[in-house]
């Protein structure tokens, strides 16, 4: 007697032949889901917070939510920021120091270029302080995605712009946290491209554009290590900061109840220990506000603050963005603090990827020039120093008529 045995039913085959297992078809969608969540977790923490205020969020959340579109836009640290604040000041636009932080005027500035050109152009600084090269690249990139692309950027450096290991990371300052929660509002008319828009500025996509963008970034180790470091922290970044954003909300909460919160006590406690623990930094309490840094750390953030220059160069170059690259007068005292190592690479190296790119540098750094006089510290040029500035500025754009094309 034969017993008939049911046939198995035909197994589906994938291109190949091959039949893909359980644990395949199970990694996939756990790769999946997770690319889901973090696009979701980013965008859900982006409005958790837009509720922190931060140093520099007045600022630079009211230029970009602003319908102002100046022609020319000053970057640059608090060198620039105050060079623009005290020119201004000299004229008698400003008397109030409070304004500083905040402050977007370059109006002396604007005048010496027109008096040298003979060009009507508007002119704002979105200078701040503590602003690298990594923050420039940042703004480049948010003035075209908000529309505002001015035909030219002046750009003020100095050395520390480029190498104070002092200063934290991209992702980790201040600075870009406030920048990569910035985006323009969008109609919602249209939920699907709504949806689009959220995940198109999402972290993990940015990640993805970089990659694709920079060719030099999968044939260099050093550029891929960085730009998967700076996603990753970016992805993170409100985790990092995670007690501020507690401090906020239990803040809002006890003052409901008018009672002072104790996390706000725990909080800066943390962020004292914080500051303690920096193992590059050793900030002197004198009031010149002189820094000294290893060297060693200082030669890593150079080569990271190099690619964000590139990177501010490409930006510039794609949407037809006139750069010019001022390298700041500062004193002898400033000047020993570049590192041994780097002297000979600073500034000839950010000067050639500038020239070579077909844009202006503009060196003012001369003690002969620009004597102890003319500052009011060890780098911040006070009224006068600021002046002299500008009017050369204005002088070199006209002498090489950079704005020719305006």
Known sequence: MTVAIPTKPAEKKVAGGKTPSLKDVLLSSMFVWMIV???AVDQASRLVYSHVETGYSQKLTNFFDSDRHPDVLL??????????FESDAAIGILTRKDQKNNYYGAVQLQNCIQSETGKKLKVENLACFGSMANHAWLEAEKLVEFGKIPKAIIYEIASRDFFDASIPRSFESEYYRTLAFLHPKRSQANPLQSVGDLVANSHFVTLVRNLVSDPQTLKNPDRLRFEFDSALGALICVYRHRLEILAELSNRGSSLFSRASSFEGA??????????????????????????????PQLGRFEDEKVYFLKLVQVCRANNIKLIVVNMPVTVQYENLVPTELKPRWPKEVREATENAG????????????????????????????????????KEIARRDLFRSF
């Open 37 to 39: 969540l973090t696009i």
């Open 75 to 84: 970057f640059g640290s608090s060198i620039a920021l105050s060079s623009s």
């Open 267 to 296: 909080v800066s406690k943390i962020e004292m220990e914080n500051k303690k623990r920096n193992p590059f930094a050793k900030v002197s309490a004198q009031s010149s506000g002189t820094y000294a840094v290893d060297s060693a």
């Open 359 to 394: 844009f202006a540098f503009i060196n003012l750094n001369d003690q002969k020039v620009f004597p102890s006089g003319d500052f009011i510290d060890f780098a911040h040029l006070n009224q006068s120093g600021a002046m002299k500035v500008n009017g050369l500025i204005a």
